[in-house]
């Protein structure tokens, strides 16, 4: 057992058997000899001592059953020797006792042993708990860091489109303005060539950027012919086409673009109504 306030140290220990027995040696420095306590239980001994560097204490798991009636023990020189023989009949005592070669008994009690073994057995139990404590524990701070992993990628990811739609909506008002110096370009009257360089490089900026909304996954919305959905269409005002059907894109005026499923600009379009058939008049 451990006294408050001091820890129980395991002493060196070696066990030689032989043919009848075993010698076991145990290393107690600091130790006195009547300070040392002895029992034996079955193939069990149990050892304690204390002594000027501390107490010590050992349970051993002897490779047979001793005899307890023959155990000698002595002690010299901080080492104690211990000679085990072999059990040869049956034991139906409970206590031995026997002495070292100084004349000092030292006693050997199965009781203390059994006493002893329960008490490891609730140390074992106890540690057992606090095992299962531990790993509940972990399990539960290995669920809450995926589950910050997880929001802190989603938070990532959402900053990324939002910083995207803000410089695609930038582009494409550039788109609007390239569509429109085309139209005044082509309009004018200035010198055919010069017009012709000015257009074609005005059409590779504008496919540059197009391409850049390819790779970044911004597309223009199909709308002609489509029915009209608020959710990517501005209506800009009504046609009357016979030959569409009412509620059906007819024009498109600004183009839209999406953008992940969501519209980053509507299509700006006149949706079409069907005329009314005019009824003639009856004569009177």
């Known amino acids: 057992m451990t006294e408050q306030g001091k820890d129980t ?42 002594g000027s560097r501390g107490k010590f204490g050992t349970i051993q798991v002897l490779p047979f059953e001793p005899d307890p009636e023959t155990i000698s023990v002595t002690f010299s020189q901080g080492v ?64 809450d860091f995926m589950n910050l992993r997880r929001r802190h990628e989603s938070e990532k990811e959402s900053i990324a489109d939002r910083k995207i739609t803000e410089i695609a909506a930038g582009l494409v008002e550039v788109l609007d303005t390239f569509k429109l110096a085309k139209r005044s370009i082509k309009g004018s009257r200035s010198d055919i060539k010069n017009i012709g360089g000015v257009l074609r490089g005005m059409e590779m900026v504008e496919n540059q950027v197009r391409s850049i909304f390819e790779r970044i996954g911004i597309s223009r919305i ?32 600004k183009p839209g673009y999406i953008y992940k499923e969501r519209a980053l600009r509507p299509s700006q379009v006149m949706v079409n109504r069907k005329p009314a058939e005019k009824k003639g008049k009856k004569k009177e």
């Not at 006195?32 to 034996?40: G, H, L, P, R, Y």
């Not at 031995?96 to 030292?106: A, R």
């Not at 139990?125 to 290995?142: D, G, I, T």
């Open 9 to 50: 140290r395991e002493p060196l220990t070696d066990i030689v058997e032989g043919p009848d027995g075993a010698l076991l040696t145990v290393e107690l420095p600091g130790v006195a000899q009547d300070a040392i306590k002895m029992a034996v239980s079955g193939d069990i001994i149990k050892l304690e001592a204390d």
């Open 80 to 143: 104690l020797s211990v000679s085990l023989k072999k059990k040869k009949g049956p034991d139906n005592g409970a206590t031995v006792e026997t002495k070292v070669s100084m004349g000092e008994p030292i006693s050997i009690s199965l009781e203390e042993v059994e006493k002893e073994l329960e008490g490891l057995r609730d140390e074992l139990f106890k540690v057992s708990e606090e095992r299962a404590s531990l790993e509940e524990r972990v399990n539960f701070l290995q669920r």
């Open 222 to 253: 199909d709308c002609l012919g489509s029915p009209f959905d608020p959710n990517y269409h501005e209506a800009m005002g009504y046609v009357e086409r016979k030959d569409m059907e009412d509620d059906l894109v007819a024009e498109e005026i």
